[in-house]
């Protein structure tokens, strides 16, 4: 495996991707095709798949061996052992609202899952990347290593998620039940929550329903930094689901506590 040419590639798919994305963000006249046919609101935008299509062409040139998984075109397979698993805009919904807090998904998965991953979000400015012994932001600041909080315990922790718009009511009361331990929450980040945990600033994440391309790029960030990030057992996460992210093995496993019981 040659490392430096699969970050080379993960950042011209970055580069690709906020060139095609761009132009769509907080434009005129921009609309929302829903996936849900249940009442429920899932959107998709022509960003998204615009962007999605813009990242695997450039895979296609530079990585045409490695099999491809992306939220908008599904699986393409490989031959290398090798697979990228893309989210063009995670955060529809705040790309709808005009909020920069969506961000643009790369993940580089083997066999055994993510094993590096960057979080763009093209409209700050700002690339998180981690995983093959790098962490690292650069931005409109500069650019510096990544390293997670550190030792704070639950009761001092600062708690980011997505809910309560995602979850079921079991899901909610697990949530809800690590809310009540910690000193401050905050909700509708998507995947920058996870961005700002890799970069020191905040200490947990917990969200439930997410899918592989939501959660493979900023666990390979996460535990590059330094964190955690596992199911609401304990176990491995990468295939999606109920996820809980954390700064550190104390806050970990003081959240799973709470976590187990639902």
């Known amino acids: 495996m040659n490392?430096?040419?699969?970050?080379?590639?993960?950042?011209?798919?970055?580069?690709?991707?906020?060139?095609?994305v761009l132009p769509f963000f907080r434009s005129a006249g921009l609309t929302a095709d829903n996936k849900l046919s249940d009442g429920a609101f899932d959107p998709v935008t022509e960003g998204d798949r615009a962007t999605e299509r813009a990242m695997r062409d450039v895979l296609a040139q530079m990585r045409p061996?490695?099999?491809?998984?992306?939220?908008?075109?599904?699986?393409?397979?490989?031959?290398?052992?090798?697979?990228?698993?893309?989210?063009?805009?995670?955060?529809?919904?705040?790309?709808l609202s005009g909020a920069p807090t969506w961000g643009v998904l790369i993940a580089v998965a083997d066999e055994s899952g993510p094993i590096y991953g960057i979080i763009d979000q093209p409209y700050?400015?700002?690339?998180?990347?981690?995983?093959?012994?790098?962490?690292?932001?650069?931005?409109?600041?500069?650019?510096?290593?990544l390293r997670v909080i550190g030792d704070r315990p639950l009761s001092e922790s600062i708690l980011f998620t997505t809910f309560p718009e995602i979850?079921?009511?079991?899901?909610?009361a697990g949530f809800e039940a690590v809310k009540g331990a910690v000193q401050l929450t905050r909700y509708g980040m998507d995947c920058y929550a996870y961005a700002l945990l890799a970069g020191g600033h905040i200490d947990l994440v917990v969200e439930a329903g997410l899918s592989n391309y939501d959660i493979q790029a900023p666990l390979a960030l996460i535990e590059a930094a330094g964190g955690i990030v596992t199911d609401w057992r304990g176990g491995p996460v990468h295939e999606g689901g109920r996820v809980l992210a954390a700064a550190n093995a104390e806050q970990h496993a003081a959240a799973l506590e709470f976590l187990r019981a639902v």
């Open 65 to 95: 061996e490695d099999a491809v998984l992306g939220e908008e075109y599904g699986t393409q397979e490989g031959t290398s052992g090798l697979t990228w698993v893309l989210d063009p805009i995670d955060g529809t919904r705040a790309f």
């Open 3 to 20: 490392i430096e040419e699969l970050r080379k590639t993960a950042h011209a798919v970055a580069d690709a991707a906020r060139e095609a």
């Open 124 to 145: 700050i400015g700002e690339r998180f990347e981690g995983g093959l012994g790098h962490a690292a932001l650069s931005g409109p600041q500069g650019h510096r290593d």
């Open 167 to 172: 979850g079921s009511a079991e899901e909610r």
